[in-house]
């Protein structure tokens, strides 16, 4: 069984940056397109970037392209998101997530392997 763990999350100034690291274990990112998640109180989680088994491909929400990047060090079996010109609206829970077959989605449901979570604050 995959076992996924998001570190990195903290307290942030508007405008700052952060990086978040997902580890994996019992298997490849190689094998897998990987997704990165946040969730607010209120709201539903929401698809922030992903990246396809290649790590050729990467996709973004609306809401973060241009100001996140999502990569991956195959060496070590980590994914990382770059968080950069970060807003306050950007402050939620931020999850990794895998999943086999049909490439990259943007719906949570379709990921099999969810990570803990990190929680980034950005400070107005």
């Known amino acids: 069984q995959v076992q996924l763990v998001e570190s990195g999350g903290g307290l942030v100034q508007a405008g700052g940056s952060l990086r978040l690291s997902c580890a994996a274990s019992?298997?490849?990112?190689?094998?897998?397109?990987v997704g990165w998640f946040r969730q607010t109180p209120g709201k539903e989680r929401e698809f922030v970037a992903g990246?396809?088994?290649?790590?050729?491909?990467?996709y973004y929400a609306d809401s973060v392209k241009g100001r996140f990047a999502i990569s991956r060090d195959t060496d070590k079996n980590i994914v990382y998101l770059e968080l950069n010109t970060l807003k306050s609206e950007d402050t939620a829970v931020y999850y990794c997530?895998?999943?086999?077959?049909?490439?990259?989605?943007?719906?949570?449901?379709?990921?099999?392997?969810w990570g803990q979570g990190t929680q980034v604050t950005v400070s107005s």
């Open positions: 997530a895998a999943k086999n077959f049909g490439g990259v989605r943007s719906d949570p449901e379709l990921y099999d392997y």
């Open positions: 990246l396809t088994q290649t790590g050729h491909g990467s």
């Open positions: 019992g298997g490849t990112f190689s094998n897998y397109n």
